[in-house]
C-alpha cells in the first residue's frame, strides 16, 4: 500500500522557545510521502535559524508578513501538493504513528473526507487530560466543538469545495472551518486515537482569548446553528446573566438552591424555544473564566 500524500502546514510567529518541539515530532513520523510547509510571520527571534536545522524534512519555508493564522494557512494550503491536509501550531506536537493512521485510514475509506482523533491536553500547571471526539460532535457542531485542531486531517478535495480559512477569525478559525466543511457536505469520521499534544500556556492564544473568542464563538453559532441567530442571542444571555456570575463554574447540583431556582427559571423558556439539546449545548464556560481570572481549564 502506498501511503497518500499528506501536506502539513505550521504557521508561527516568534515561536523559537517551542518549535524544535514539533518539528522533532513531525521528523519522527517518518513519513515517506510528507510535504511539510512551514509558513513565517517574519519572525524576530531564532525560529528560522532553528527551522533551517530540519532541512531533512521541511519542504519549503515562506516567510513574510501575515494578517493571522488563518491568512497564513491560507497561503500554504494554496501551495499544497498533498491528497490529505492538516496543520499543527508551532508550540504543539503530532502524537507517534499519528500520520501513518491517518494516512492508512483515508486509504481504507474512501468515502470519508474529514479524520478527526483523540488528543493530549498539557496544561501549564503541568495538569494533563486525554480528550476524544464526542459521540454527538458532529450533531452539536455549530453550538460547541467538539474538535481538536491537531488532531484532525481533511481530502485536499474537501478543502477546495469548502472554500480558504475565513482569516476575520483569529481565534475560532478551526471551529468555523469544521463547519464549514460540514455546511459543504464534507463526511466525517471520528476514532479515539491521540493524534497530537496541545500545549497550553498562559500565553498563548487560546488561554488568553477571553472576550474575543466569546465574539467569534457567537458569531460561529449566528451562522451555522439552526435558527442561529436567536440560539447566539440565547448563549448571550446566558452569558451575560449566568456564566459571567458563577452559575457555570460547578454542576447544576452543586450549586447553592437559590442559584439552581434562578438558572432554571432562566433556563425554562429558553428550552422551550430551542430545545433542551441546544441550550445544553452552552460552552462558553472557559472563556468566561478566562475574563474573570480563574483556572479556565477545569
Not at 501575515?66 to 500554504?76: R, T
Not at 435558527?227 to 459571567?244: E, Q
Request: charged share 20%; glycine share 8%; aromatic share 12%.
Amino acid at each position: 500500500m502506498t501511503a497518500p500524500p499528506i501536506t502539513l502546514v505550521t504557521p508561527c510567529l516568534n515561536a523559537g522557545a517551542t518549535i524544535a518541539r514539533t518539528l522533532e515530532s513531525v521528523r519522527a513520523q517518518d513519513y515517506a510521502n510528507l510535504e511539510y510547509l512551514i509558513l513565517d510571520g517574519a519572525s524576530k527571534d531564532d525560529t528560522l535559524a532553528i527551522v533551517e536545522r530540519y532541512g531533512d524534512i521541511v519542504t519549503r519555508v515562506i516567510s513574510g508578513k501575515d494578517k493571522n493564522i488563518a491568512d497564513a494557512l491560507n497561503k500554504g494550503f494554496a501551495q499544497a501538493g498533498g491528497e490529505i491536509f492538516c496543520f499543527i501550531n508551532a508550540d504543539d506536537a503530532l502524537a507517534p504513528g499519528a500520520l501513518a493512521f491517518a494516512g492508512a485510514y483515508f486509504d481504507a475509506h474512501p468515502e470519508i473526507d474529514v479524520l478527526t482523533g483523540g488528543c493530549r491536553r498539557v496544561f501549564a500547571d503541568g495538569t494533563e487530560a486525554i480528550t476524544t471526539p464526542p459521540a454527538d460532535f458532529l450533531s452539536l457542531m455549530a453550538m460547541r466543538n467538539g474538535i481538536e485542531q491537531p488532531s484532525t486531517f481533511w481530502r485536499a478535495s474537501a478543502h477546495r469545495r469548502a472554500g480558504a480559512f475565513d482569516d476575520s477569525y483569529f481565534l475560532a478559525l478551526d471551529w468555523e472551518w469544521w463547519n464549514r466543511l460540514n455546511a459543504s457536505g464534507a463526511r466525517f469520521a471520528a476514532v479515539d486515537q491521540v493524534f497530537s499534544t496541545y500545549y497550553f500556556t498562559d500565553d498563548n492564544l487560546t488561554s488568553r482569548g477571553g472576550r474575543r473568542v466569546i465574539d467569534e464563538m457567537e458569531r460561529v453559532t449566528r451562522t451555522y446553528a439552526k435558527n442561529g441567530p436567536a440560539l447566539a442571542r440565547a448563549y448571550r444571555f446566558i452569558f451575560n446573566v449566568y456564566d459571567m456570575n458563577g452559575f457555570y463554574d460547578a454542576p447544576f447540583r452543586a450549586l447553592p438552591p437559590l442559584k439552581q431556582a434562578a438558572l432554571a427559571a432562566g433556563l425554562a423558556p429558553l428550552y422551550l424555544l430551542h430545545g433542551r439539546e441546544a441550550i445544553n449545548a452552552y460552552n462558553w464556560n472557559w472563556a468566561s473564566k478566562q475574563i474573570r481570572g480563574r483556572v479556565w481549564h477545569r
